[in-house]
């Protein structure tokens, strides 16, 4: 065998495709190998090779002995604290340390009571890993191996077949390291020629092709190299970071990617950290919704991997209820295993996963339980087994979590949520990049200049920039002269730097033609000439030469100038559509009602489109969330007091309806234990201080709500009543339309009136009661509509309506039967009525002008209209400006004429126009210049 040896060339082609012609079986028996490469063979002929151990396995191994010799140490000596308070690291980080120290030749039973402290913590460790249940040798521990047998075979003069002939070095062995000088002499010994490599001459030629950004150099680059290709000219490409912009000209050319990448982690693997954020109480919902959501793909088909029957109804009880275990998920639960009634596999994954996230989560108290980890691991991996089949992504994710259980379970009983989450990430983590495809018959691709080898071809080199990191001294003065004293000499970092690079120009220069692609900034800043590159311009300047410097820029006959283009920019507020009573309504809600008046063109999307958001977009948050929680509070503090009253009174002389006491500890204890359920994100670290807030806020305002109807002698009839009713004289597909929906709280007043209250749950302290003094508030007019319709009432404003605010506890009427020392009066202003008989009325007018340009095939979005910036500019001039109308004369003229009609015959919220769910659709935002 014969071996060519370069320090940098580990990675290296063992033979160069893109110099000539030649096949690999005729370079059988010659290889060109780094110093990593190079022990593995050496190890391999020696009869030393052991199997490789994942890096994790071997870090977890290394921390069990730590943890074992420092219960032993002195708690405030090295390296104590730092374990207790991160011990991944800490393992992780002398681990390195001692391959460091082995491969230089340390041995940890000759480290007496004279050395160091640290060092001799390091040997006692060392000393106990042989019996340590997991623990494999490193690359290390091979190295030290290989020296010390070839020495022992040089002392002993027992022959060995090695089987190689001569080793080249590209280099100087002298300039090699302690260790390897000592292999190379003892190689020498044992019969092998050892020869080095002649030092390179000089580059014949060196091109820089500079541009400004990596956008610039993309095109042309991609240019040169499907010139060099198209005159058949052999080359090397060096690509030490991504290609992906380059390879995107590249094949809009018609030429090979170069298929350079980042390394990055599986996308399944990131769903380890997902399920079990997932998985661990307090829950994140959106997490939660996440997982969800995750789909595993096998063969170009995609599959949830939480059953779907299960997340389709789970992310629908999230929506109602944003928590775990409430009687949404429940209902869900029941309801999919119904489904699956005849597939008892899939009804088993439903069952175990609700008992793990419901009955049996996670807990990071004191750090995580590791059996239950493992527990809710094997669920998971379950699930990609099950899924993937043969060599595919997620069959591989599967048999990667059951090592990953395995190490967990041995960290001990417990593991903090840090540990845990490093463990994961050195499970699952990658870095650099790698070549995932070779660019052509004429182009070979590499990531490092050393890599070259001892290829002649030319060199395009990609973005030539600095990819050195510092190296560390993890030594200290009195712990390197003791290990000096030892015989055992460290590698030194000067040196190392010096060796890589002497390597890198070895191999450029031995190309004897050099183009590189430079850029001055990369992601807006300055790029960082790679070392290399700055040597080899020097060369030419001690020849009295000058690099060959062109712009980057395109030759005429590879630019291509993009001509204008036309973009069709969707009308936000007037559209025509097919006519037909198919786009009417049938039956309505108020917030339908409220979207038709507003955003009619939203209201299509979403009823007649069938577009809605996201499962994770749509789950409560913030004030919606908080509100839904309340609602439900008190609804079944109502509803509990309705059923004991029913259970108790005379049916005959009742009207089943009750005064609810302000007991303080009912509130405060339905609040916490509705709280997982519907506001499972206020339990989340970090926000107790909010929790406690709402919590107060809540608890008061209830007891305020009850209090008020107490002393006003109002009692309640129901909660979340049901109603359904008829918008008369409305222009429906079939005649009146039905309006349906529910009433938060049905209260008979002291003389015996029916009325209403509806409850809200917002930071906007003054928006509900000008809605009340406005003479704006439909939802109330709704309201009094379903009472007056049940009670044979005539008038609307004989129904006694109220909002309240359950986050400022007060009460927003204009009834003095509600008890308020002052009601509010109705000013009406804008599209506002004085009662709500004539703000009915107009809301009717305006819902049968929708209807009736529905009908026609037109629909005119108002609400759009005023929310444009150019509009409101237009429509009230800031003094001292002349703003022009964004539309033409005719245009402009109906839709002043539209808006007056809406605003003074109808009822138009134009407050609420701002609230849109889908501006990128209908063109009312989205930048289109």
Known sequence: MHITFGWGFDTARWFDP????????????????????????????????????DAPVRIAAYRGVLARVLETQDPHSWPVASFRADPWTASRELLSWRDQLVASGWDASATGADAPHRLQVLSRVEQA???????????????????????????????????????????????????????????????????????????????????????????????????????????????GTSTALLDRELQRIGRPALGVAERQASAYAQVIPLYLRAMTTPHDIHALVDLLNTG????????????????????????????????????????????????????????????????????????????????????????????GRGQSASSGIGSRIAPLRDLIVGLGARISARELDQVIAEFTGTGGVGVQASADAYSDVVTGPAQLGVGSAPVVWWLPADDGTAPRDRVRPDEAQWLADHGVVLPDPEADARRVLDSQLRALRRRRHVTALTVETVNGEPAAQHPALTFLVDDLHRQGREPHVVPGDLPEDHRTVPGPVTIDVPDPVSRSLTPGDHLLPTRISFSQWEKLLVHPLEWLLERR???????LATVPTGNQMVGTWLHTVVENIVNRHLADTADTADAAVTDAAVTVPADHAEIAAELRRLLPWYAAELLMPGRSRELGTTLALAEQSIAGLFTTLTDAGIRIRAVEASFTTSVTGSHGAEGDLELAGLRDMDVVMPDGTPGVIDLKYTFARKKYRDAVQDGTALQLAVYAASVADEHGLQRLADVPVAYFNLRDNRLDTTDGRFGAAEPLTVDPSGTGAADADELWDRAVTGLNRILDDLRTGRV???????????????????????????????????YTAALRDARSTEFFPEKNAVYTDYPLITGAEGDFS
């Open 18 to 53: 893109a110099t000539s012609t030649t096949t690999a079986s005729s370079n059988l028996g010659s290889v060109t190998v780094g110093p990593n490469q190079f022990a593995d063979i050496l190890a391999t002929r020696l009869a030393l090779s052991a199997p490789e151990c």
């Open 129 to 239: 890993l042989a019996d340590e249940p997991g623990w494999s040798p490193g690359p290390a521990d091979v190295l030290r191996e290989v020296d010390r047998t070839l020495a022992d075979l040089v002392d002993t003069g027992e022959p060995w077949p090695l089987g190689i002939d001569r080793v080249d070095l590209d280099g100087h062995l002298d300039d090699l390291p302690p260790v390897w000088h000592r292999i190379t002499g003892n190689l020498r010994e044992l019969g092998v020629d050892l020869g080095e490599l002649p030092v390179p001459e000089p580059l014949e030629d060196l091109t820089l092709i500079t541009s400004d950004t990596v956008w610039d150099a993309a095109p042309v680059a991609a240019a040169h190299l499907a010139g060099l290709s198209g005159e058949r000219i052999r080359h090397t490409v060096i690509a």
């Open 296 to 387: 595993v793909t096998v063969d170009g088909t995609t599959t949830t991997l939480v059953p779907g029957p299960l997340r389709r109804r789970l992310v629908d009880a999230l929506n109602q209820q944003p928590g775990v275990g409430g009687p949404a998920w429940d209902a869900a639960v029941s309801d999919a295993l119904a489904d699956c009634s005849d597939r008892p596999a899939t009804a088993e994954k439903i069952r175990d996963f609700d008992t793990l996230v419901r009955h049996r989560p996670l807990s990071v108290d004191d750090g995580f339980d590791t059996a239950e980890v493992a527990l809710h691991l094997e669920w998971l991996q379950r699930q990609f087994t099950s899924q």
């Open 609 to 615: 489109l069938g577009i809605r958001a996201g499962g």
């Open 860 to 894: 005119t979005d108002l609400g759009n209209l005023v929310v444009q910036r150019e509009w409101q500019d237009w429509e009230a001039p800031k003094r001292g400006s002349s703003p022009s109308s964004p539309y033409d004369d005719d245009t402009t003229a109906a």
